[in-house]
């Protein structure tokens, strides 16, 4: 028996497109020349690839995967692959998209008309390989201060391979990079070291490994853990106030910046403590503050790595001195809002007299020429025939 049509026609497809890929016969300004793009796809992701002719000649368009199975011709499915589906399909175009995309996806896929000649075009699809979350390896323990840690950090199935990047806090730090292909999927698996000399101030600080990759947004993946640094006290001794006052009470405090903590801390004095301080572990209290607690005190704190001592000078204030202070500054305070008081009135007085002086030299003008009337109104007529003087100094031209 024969085999139906359809099978002889997908059969001479393959052919046809065999020899056609074999020919890559291209025309340019060929109104009947399909055109394509390359694409770049995350594994996992979609895919759609397009091909198009500027002019029809109703000829159908097929899409053809990298082994040149055909997938669809037109708008008929030819490889039976559900992530395959058909997008668009018109006279001057055909339209293909790829769900879940897989390494074995990755190639070249083939776009053609079948004219006379036959017309191809060909697309590339490259296939990202995401690479995995970053594992940090070296925090195992706790190291001692000034001692050295190597960090390793690795991430899996990145393709091209991925870089990764050191951040101490916010200060990126260079690191040691190393690769290695994963033959099984073309994946990559890359890794890099970091030795880092620690100090006090390391402890708890983030160390942070993050991937950088064209299939991932910054930060998308990152790992990050905290430094554990062991160091001995940095001692100092911490006041209640600063102006301890006599007759109250008044506590201070031993602060033994260690890791572990400090185990113990010692209280110590020029001479002996006071009668009345009592000492309870990091802090040393007064219940009633004497002229006689002056003096250099001294706080040992201790833990398992070694010990360091702080000191404080207590000096101890006068209430009534203080007060008197206080009433001497009110004093100046006072005298010099009323110095400030003083000026403004001066300055008050003098503007004042020299405006009245000058309003009365204003109304002396106004009387001039009746000084030496004998009455008021030979004042009155005097004035009046000043003015009129004056008028009489006009010129008028004609």
Not at 111 to 122: H, N
Not at 280 to 304: I, M, Q, W
Not at 309 to 324: I, K, W
Request: glycine residues 8%.
């Amino acid at each position: 028996m024969a085999p139906p049509p359809s099978v002889w026609t997908t059969g001479l497809l393959t052919v046809l497109l065999a020899a056609v890929a074999h020919s890559n016969v291209t025309y340019e300004d060929d109104p009947l020349q399909p055109t394509t793009s390359d694409e770049t796809v995350s594994v996992g992701g979609t895919v759609t690839l397009t091909c198009q002719v500027p002019e029809s000649d109703n000829s159908s368009l097929q899409w053809s995967n990298t082994a040149q199975q055909t997938l669809y011709f037109g708008e008929k499915r030819a490889l039976k692959d559900n992530r395959i589906q058909l997008h668009r399909s018109t006279p001057t175009e055909l339209s293909i998209t790829i769900r879940n995309v897989q390494m074995s996806d990755e190639g070249e896929y083939t776009c053609s008309i079948f004219t006379m000649p036959v017309r191809t075009a060909r697309a590339t699809v490259t296939v990202l390989g995401v690479p995995g979350k970053p594992h940090i390896l070296g925090f195992e323990s706790a190291v001692l201060e000034g001692g050295k840690v190597t960090l390793t950090c690795s991430s899996a199935g990145s393709k091209p391979p991925a870089q990764l990047h050191w951040y101490r806090g916010d200060e990126e730090l260079q690191g040691r990079p190393a690769v290695r292909l994963l033959a099984d999927d073309s994946t990559f698996n890359v890794s890099s070291e970091l030795t880092l000399e620690v100090s006090r101030f390391d402890d708890n600080v983030l160390i942070t490994c993050a991937v950088d990759h064209p299939s991932l947004a910054p930060g998308d993946q990152r790992s990050e853990h905290a430094v554990r640094v062991l160091y001995s006290p940095k001692t100092q001794i911490v006041p209640e106030t600063d102006l301890p006052r006599e007759g109250e009470k008044f506590h201070l405090k031993c602060v033994g910046n260690a890791n572990p903590e400090p185990t113990s801390y010692t209280w110590k004095k020029d001479g002996e403590l006071p009668l009345l301080a009592k000492a309870v572990g990091a802090l040393l209290l007064f219940e009633r503050l004497n002229k006689s607690d002056n003096g250099v005190y001294l706080c040992v704190a201790t833990n398992r790595l070694g010990h360091d001592r702080g000191q404080y000078t207590l000096l101890v204030q006068d209430p009534t001195a203080m007060s008197t202070s206080s009433r001497v500054d009110h004093a100046v305070i006072g005298g010099v809002v009323a110095v400030i008081v003083f000026i403004l009135l001066c300055l008050l007085i003098v503007l004042g007299r020299y405006l009245i002086r000058h309003k009365g030299t204003y109304l002396t003008h106004e009387a001039k020429g009746s000084d030496d009337a004998p009455d008021a109104d030979t004042a009155i007529i005097n004035a009046e025939g000043g003015h009129s003087g004056a008028e009489d100094k006009k010129e008028y031209f004609i």
